[in-house]
């Protein structure tokens, strides 16, 4: 069974604490992505990438950087956590056939 | 820009049958999804349209209008466990597969 696996389903950091979100993809997928969820303002993309060591911003980037070393693996990376990042982080992937993208089960990141 | 509009929330009875629009303004089109997302999970797919038409998939059927920047996702013989929210997006590019997503739509079974 394929599978987008995120290291962690619960998180709680402090404020100004740098934060690792990791994503490990079995499916030989090119395209991996990092998304927050938010009630009411639904799926907002922070970043992507297409291929190892690329990544392109999305709508919100702010706060946030990226890695991508191994075609596998992404991970999200918050410098200097605030509250106002407390959110559901969704991480997806998805090869080139245009059939959308395969989910991980997320992480429910609170900053105190 | 991109602007993805979905009702916010609907009811329906079990057994009946719901239709859930979708639609679209965005800079590029290359195909409409329907994602499926029970409280707490993740977003599972349900459906793909990038030619106008009608697709069908047992219960659960898409209808994609290019020309009027318009889906819907038709759910019939309603179950309980189709409590979810059902999530539209569209893909503007083929070559990144990037989706912008609407911000769902919650749907509630009631017996």
């Known amino acids: 069974d394929v599978k987008v696996t995120q290291s962690s389903r619960y998180l709680v950091k402090r404020t100004g604490e740098k934060v690792f979100l990791e994503c490990v993809q079995d499916?030989?997928?090119?395209?991996m992505f990092w998304y927050r969820q938010d009630p009411g303002l639904g799926l907002r993309l922070i970043y992507f990438?297409?291929?190892?060591?690329?990544?392109e911003k999305g709508d919100i980037p702010e706060g946030y950087s990226v890695s991508r070393e191994k075609k596998e693996r992404f991970s999200l990376i918050l410098e200097s956590a605030s509250t106002n990042q407390t959110s559901m982080y969704l991480c997806?992937?998805?090869?080139?056939?245009?059939?959308?993208?395969?989910f991980g089960s997320g992480t429910r990141l609170t900053v105190v | 820009g991109q602007n993805i509009d979905q009702p916010t929330e609907m009811t329906a009875t079990e057994g009946a049958i719901v239709q859930i629009n979708c639609t679209y303004q965005?800079?590029?089109?290359?195909?409409l999804f329907w994602y499926q997302q029970h409280a707490g999970e993740a977003p599972t797919f349900l459906s793909y349209?990038?030619?106008?038409g009608l697709e069908e998939k047992g219960r659960f059927s898409s209808f994609l209008s290019r020309s009027k920047g318009y889906s819907y996702l038709l759910l019939k013989e309603l179950q309980m466990k189709d409590s979810a929210s059902y999530l539209c997006?569209?893909?503007?590019?083929?070559?990144?597969?990037?989706?912008?997503f609407g911000t769902g739509t919650r749907l509630t079974i009631i017996p």
């Open positions: 349209n990038v030619l106008d």
């Open positions: 990438s297409y291929d190892v060591k690329m990544k």
């Open positions: 965005t800079s590029g089109f290359n195909g």
């Open positions: 997806a992937s998805s090869s080139l056939t245009g059939r959308g993208y395969t």
């Open positions: 499916m030989d997928h090119e395209n």
């Open positions: 997006a569209v893909m503007s590019n083929f070559g990144n597969e990037k989706l912008t």
